[in-house]
């Protein structure tokens, strides 16, 4: 697993430029951006992270390397699921939904079985990390 960069925001503006750059895919890396509208501010704001694709869903999963809290990301969603996707050389509008209960519980523990990290991220904290599905509109 990749160390969190000191500067964050510096290195995901960069990453963003490059994934854009690029026609919105990176080869051999399993990455999407992900803009949110601010609960607080109104401000969008795109995040780059790293997908899972099951069973033709699309998901993103709220880990933030094991942090106590879940990430402004998903507090924006939670707020307002109304988001933009780019992945794949697409971009388009889709709805944030959160996976629940036995739904979760299972696409975390495929997902986990995929990218071991996880597993580790949740056993060191006591939030239940999301899973989060997007699902494309129009």
Known sequence: MAEIPADLNAANAALIEQFRAAGRKLEGR???LLTTTGRRTG?????PMMYVRLDDRLLVVASAAGA????????????????????????YPATARPAEGADRDALFERIAGQYP??????AGIERRIPVVEL????
């Open 30 to 32: 399993p990455l999407l």
């Open 43 to 47: 401000k969008h704001h795109t995040n």
């Open 68 to 91: 106590e809290h879940d990430p402004d990301w998903y507090r924006n969603l939670a707020a307002d699921p109304a988001v933009t996707v780019e992945v794949d050389g697409d971009e």
């Open 117 to 122: 990290f996880f597993k580790d991220h949740q």
């Open 135 to 138: 699902l494309r509109r129009g």
